[in-house]
């Protein structure tokens, strides 16, 4: 086995408030009456009815562009919820929204086993993500240790759609049966096996998959390597 493909949310972070959409300052910029509105259902369905201005399976060439969607989908769940945000508010939402990595939570583990296998095998990232995650993943410390970073928006097609994984084929110049693709998702990792390559699913204690397959499953990196040293994949 030559090369490791890991997924990022689930597998590298998870959400720090317990959903990926949310800008990490939003109770503070908002305000403790309107943050109330958060833990509501009328928020929740108003979070829904705007998720389309953050697709994940379109074109989003660069951060700034990511910028434009991220605004559209704060100001529409502004008149949704009615909170009559100032162009002030709106402006410091959506570069929360944008820029900041606490969004994010990375598990513990990362950066020790990415150093690790770095060593021995050549890494890469693939996910359904808009552009600024690879900025956080150089704020964190872990960029330099991918040699391909292929996310959704740079493909306009999510996994388990085959382009994705396709496309980090092409950019690794690599061999799928010589990949071992890690994932949370049971459908993505099913879409890794049908372009030919292996897979194993994470189950993080923190981050639970949602169902399980009949294939692999580790729970941390730790668990990973012992299945990689033994050949079990």
Request: aromatic share 10%; glycine share 6%.
């Amino acid at each position: 086995m030559k090369y490791l493909i890991f997924d990022i949310g689930g597998v590298l972070v998870y959400p720090r408030l317990g959903a990926w959409h949310i800008p990490y300052r939003a109770a503070e910029i908002l305000g403790p009456e309107r943050a109330a509105d958060m833990n509501t259902p009328k928020f929740r369905q108003a979070h829904a009815a705007c998720m389309p201005w953050l697709r994940e399976d379109r074109l989003v060439a660069d951060l700034d562009t990511e910028r434009q969607l991220r605004r559209g989908f704060v100001l529409e769940l502004d008149r949704a919820m009615g909170w009559r945000m100032t162009d002030d508010e709106i402006a410091r939402m959506t570069d929360d929204f944008t820029d900041d990595i606490h969004r994010y939570g990375f598990f513990d583990d990362v950066r020790t086993w990415l150093a690790r296998w770095s060593e021995r095998y050549t890494l890469a990232v693939l996910s359904d993500a808009m552009p600024s995650i690879l900025g956080f993943l150089e704020q964190y410390g872990i960029r330099r240790y991918f040699d391909a970073a292929v996310i959704s928006t740079h493909v306009a097609a999510t996994k388990p759609d085959a382009r994705m994984y396709r496309a980090a084929l092409e950019r690794l110049n690599a061999d799928p049966a010589q990949c071992v693709f890690i994932d949370d998702r049971l459908c993505n990792v099913e879409g890794a096996l049908k372009v030919g390559m292996r897979a194993v699913q994470m189950s993080r204690a923190e981050y639970p998959a949602e169902t399980l397959w009949d294939g692999p499953v580790v729970h941390d990196f730790a668990e990973l390597d012992r299945l990689l040293q033994r050949g079990a994949l």
